[in-house]
């Protein structure tokens, strides 16, 4: 056969299921393990996964219980091992109820007080602190630093123990070509960036509006506590991630009248909106008036669980390295006293039992291939990501291995669905080493790789790693009309594709869990 339809027909039946044996530089991936990697185990995962049984996997919830428990066995089953002697990496999360005291109260130059009222007035955000500040008041735009896209309203302003006033969502947010662009999902237009782009600054408190040029109604919505709103259940209370209280300050949302207070009219801050989108020139500037704010919030804890398991290296010189293979097993629960005939289970089949198939469809091929690579390998599933990366970021402030010994961090969310051979990288900017890895392991497999959504670099595990400084790839098939619904079910997977796209997932880390040289990460942000 001649050698350029060989390697056709080699592309082809990798693409499609069969087993081909690749020869590389170092310990190889055996034409067995790639068995292991098939629509056959990857449904029996992701059936079980998804299953109304599992009542949709929130965290924390008994369903995500059994989901932990069902992927520690099967990383028992593989031959995987545990990490001092347990597949789980604890972490607690606090469900946080609202206090008595809370108090907003501004003063001007002249010394004159106004005090606010909660509800009307303000209202606090879930991720609030249990504190209190006096501070000067200092207007920071839209409270977005996103460098790539040369633009930070922090730029040159000192906002360290001061209180940061800021806009809701992104300059030029209805313009399709903004990075900023309300459909393009960025995670700078949350009000849980701003939060925690504020505190990266010093911040001591935070106050956030909507955006007058945009909004019909200014009126506070923050988060909906069971204790003012009668209609509220007790069980909508929000979760934070423990670890992070000591971390959090009073964040709040305010309306219109602390607007005028503030600016003296609302009219005036849609002039400084205006100008700062007609330029995507931020205007960020100190304020006459100081805040005078405390939010209080109680805590009950709710132990919590990231499942892993470790693949020891074979190389001495690098086996104390690890190369992370990860995806979150969460998703967001059921509705609540739904009538019996309706659906009411968010099963996230695609989000991300997925991804979560991925992680042991990998560990199922690294287990099985008789030499192991290099450096060692750690699969963690994560739980809390739809909550806000809490189980991603508790295993990066209490890592199981040195994060200078973590080289790479691959992640997978949402790897089901779409064109049978598209998959986009994201995080390819940020770590362009990873990306090469993966481009050229494609050859291999022949999927189709897009690169429009970096955008969406935050919303995923991986960010966690890379605010760490370890260069991370995220693998994804894009978002569906399904997403954080009832129809995202286990019979629109596309287990063929979801297969490609694991067999690409592991040439390219078993290629970087044996090369020389560590990949680079260029930018965390």
Same mark, same amino acid.
């Given at each position: ?82 990490? =001092?002697?347990?597949?789980?990496? =604890? ?13 907003? @109260?501004?003063?001007?130059? /002249? ?33 977005? /630093? ?78 909906a506590w069971p204790s003012l ?17 000591? @971390? ?35 205007? /960020? ?111 990066? @402030? ?12 691959? =992640? ?41 959504? @970096? ?33 995202d079910h286990a019979d629109k ?13 592991y040439l390219s880390a078993w ?15």
């Open positions: 056969m001649k050698k350029g339809l060989l390697f056709l027909t080699l592309l082809f039946l990798v693409g499609f299921g069969c087993n081909v044996f690749y020869t590389q530089k170092g310990p190889q991936p055996s034409s067995q393990s790639f068995e292991t990697i098939n629509p056959v185990a990857a449904e029996k995962h992701l059936a079980f996964l998804a299953s109304d049984s599992l009542l949709g996997r929130d965290t924390p919830s008994p369903g995500l219980e059994l989901a932990a428990e069902y992927i520690a066995g099967r990383f028992a089953e593989y031959g995987v091992q545990p990490v =001092n002697d347990s597949y789980f990496h =604890n972490f607690n999360l606090s469900q946080v109820s609202l206090g008595d005291s809370n108090t907003l @109260e501004l003063i001007d130059a /002249s010394g004159k007080t106004k005090a606010f009222r909660i509800k009307r007035d303000y209202m606090p955000y879930g991720m609030t602190a249990n504190g209190k500040t006096l501070a000067p008041v200092v207007f920071a735009g839209y409270g977005i /630093s996103a460098p790539e896209y040369d633009y930070d309203d922090y730029a040159g302003l000192d906002v360290k123990g001061k209180v940061v006033f800021v806009f809701k969502r992104g300059p030029q947010q209805e313009n399709p070509a903004s990075p900023f662009h309300l459909k393009k999902d960025s995670h700078y237009l949350q009000a849980k960036y701003k939060i925690d782009n504020a505190i990266e600054h010093g911040a001591a408190a935070v106050l956030i509006t909507s955006d007058p040029l945009h909004s019909i109604s200014l009126k506070p919505r923050g988060f709103y009668k209609f509220i259940p007790d069980n909508a209370l929000p979760f934070t991630l423990a670890m992070e209280e000591d @971390e959090k300050i009073p964040s709040i949302q305010v309306g219109k009248k602390v607007i005028q207070s503030l600016f003296g009219s609302v009219d005036e801050l849609k002039s400084i909106q205006k100008s700062i989108d007609s330029t995507m020139t931020p205007n /960020s500037y100190p304020l006459d008036s100081r805040a005078l704010l405390q939010t209080s919030t109680d805590r009950q804890l709710f132990p919590t669980r990231n499942v892993v398991g470790l693949l020891k290296g074979s190389d001495p010189a690098v086996q104390d390295e690890v190369v992370v293979i990860g995806a979150h097993y969460d998703h967001v629960g059921f509705i609540r006293n739904a009538p019996a005939e309706q659906d009411s289970i968010y099963n996230g089949a695609d989000d991300n039992a997925s991804g979560t198939t991925g992680v042991l469809l990998a560990a199922h091929a690294f287990a099985h291939n008789e030499i192991k690579p290099g450096r060692s390998i750690l699969f963690i599933a994560f739980a809390g990501e739809e909550k806000g990366l809490y189980g991603s970021k508790a295993y990066t @402030e209490t890592p199981l291995f040195p994060l200078e010994k973590t080289v790479a961090m691959f =992640n997978m969310d949402m790897i089901g669905r779409n064109h049978p051979d598209s998959l986009t990288l994201i995080g390819y900017k940020r770590s362009p080493d990873l990306s090469k890895i993966v481009k050229k392991q494609n050859k291999k497999v022949g999927l189709t790789l897009a690169y429009d959504r @970096e955008f969406y670099f935050g919303n995923s595990d991986h960010a966690s790693f890379a605010r760490k400084d370890i260069p991370v790839i995220f693998f994804c098939t894009k978002e569906t009309p399904d997403l954080h619904k009832v129809t997977i596309d287990y063929h594709k979801l297969c490609r796209v694991v067999r690409l997932l290629y970087t869990a044996n090369m020389d040289e560590r990949p680079v990460l260029t930018s965390k942000n």
